[in-house]
């Protein structure tokens, strides 16, 4: 029988933990033609939310993209522009015949690969205009197929690396005249899309609806894991389902990972000391060498031990004479800068280690 819980990628049906509000939301503002940010920390399961929204719409041409993958603004351009042709021309005749009027300026090439993938590629020559063009080429095709087209643009941050504010006024240029193209804004560095969309100077300032994911209902989790569990045959007693849902602290790529190796270890049923013997014992070991590196990657001491005092204090008062003392920090003005730094590299959301594992193996390595 196959492992019931999936991580590390993006999932959907079954497999999907409840957000009913989040894709209701989502599906009403987009087939209305809002274009939506949708932001989250890392591991708060955005990505699978769009999957799971996209698959519940009937009525629109949905299509994904991820821009941490792409490295310039060429390929930037070929991707949305592929990227909907895949999803809107099966027929290279007519795809041929089409971008004669659709993407004239740009003088494409169709073909089609042994696999039946049909693609287009264009010069290089001219990379400004390219990108122009592509990024109106949804709402082109959306017209002259008389069907709405939703476009999610992952990791939307990464304009910032392809010529950031230029880029962003390209975009805001063209699609602010979109009738039949919905777009989804969606990013994982808080700091870089409250910069994008946050700000007055920046294009983007207030272009779309706001929508933020939260950790998912601990009792919620808890049901969710709990069925999982009995609809492969293995029993977990219900505190032992609600202590994952409390360690993982509702994010569903740590709820997943936890239960994904105790149904792979467990062949009894599941209390919460083998849920316990399961994470202390392989799950915070497993994730050392990672950790390792995370950690290495904070350079300043002051960091180190700001995230030492975080992970041993239930409720830090940071900036406290005694949490100062304690942890060996500097000032009060010291201890923000570091925070600061931590956050805009999203380690620290809300002065709290956004990662619960990674607290919790700082607190199993570093004892003040």
Not at 39 to 60: N, Q, V, W, Y
Not at 145 to 171: P, S, V, W, Y
Not at 324 to 345: C, F, G, M, Q, W
Request: aromatic share 10%; hydrophobic share 40%; proline share 3%.
């Amino acid at each position: 029988m196959n492992n019931p819980f999936i991580f590390g990628k993006a999932v959907t049906g079954r497999e999907f933990i409840d957000r009913k509000e989040e894709i209701n939301e989502l599906k009403s503002s987009l087939l209305s033609g809002q274009n939506v940010l949708l932001f989250s920390p890392r591991k708060m399961g955005k990505t699978s939310l769009i999957m799971e929204t996209f698959r519940k719409i009937d009525d629109a041409i949905c299509i994904y993209i991820d821009l941490w993958q792409t490295t310039s603004q060429y390929a930037l351009a070929r991707e949305i522009i592929n990227r909907v042709v895949e999803k809107t021309y099966n027929s290279v005749e007519k795809l041929a015949m089409d971008m004669n009027h659709l993407l004239k300026s740009l003088k494409p090439k169709v073909s089609i690969d042994t696999s039946g993938t049909i693609s287009v590629e264009f010069s290089r020559d001219e990379v400004k205009r390219a990108l122009n063009e592509a990024i109106d080429f949804p709402e082109r095709v959306a017209r002259k197929k008389n069907k709405r087209i939703i476009i999610a643009f992952d990791e939307f941050q990464e304009i910032e690396h392809l010529d950031g504010l230029e880029i962003e006024k390209t975009f805001r240029s063209t699609i602010q005249h979109h009738k039949m193209v919905s777009y989804i804004f969606a990013g994982s560095k808080q700091s870089l899309i409250k910069t994008i969309f946050g700000k007055k100077e920046r294009p983007f300032y207030r272009f779309a609806k706001q929508i933020r994911l939260f950790p998912i209902d601990k009792q919620i989790m808890a049901k969710f894991i709990v069925s999982r569990f009995n609809n492969t045959g293995k029993k977990i007693s219900k505190d032992a389902s609600e202590w994952i849902a409390e360690i993982s602290r509702g994010i569903p790529y740590n709820a997943q990972y936890l239960c994904h190796e105790v149904w792979y270890m467990a062949d009894r049923e599941i209390d919460t000391n083998f849920v316990k013997e399961v994470f202390y014992k392989k799950i915070i070991p497993s994730l050392d060498d990672s950790f390792q590196v995370m950690w290495g990657s904070i350079g300043s001491h002051e960091q180190r031990k700001l995230l030492i005092g975080l992970a041993n204090e239930k409720e830090p008062k940071i900036y406290s004479q005694s949490f100062i003392e304690k942890y060996d920090l500097k000032t009060p003005s010291h201890v923000r800068k570091a925070l600061k730094s931590l956050e805009e590299n999203g380690i620290i959301e809300e002065n709290r280690i956004q990662d619960p594992f990674f607290e919790e193996w700082i607190r199993s390595k570093f004892l003040m």
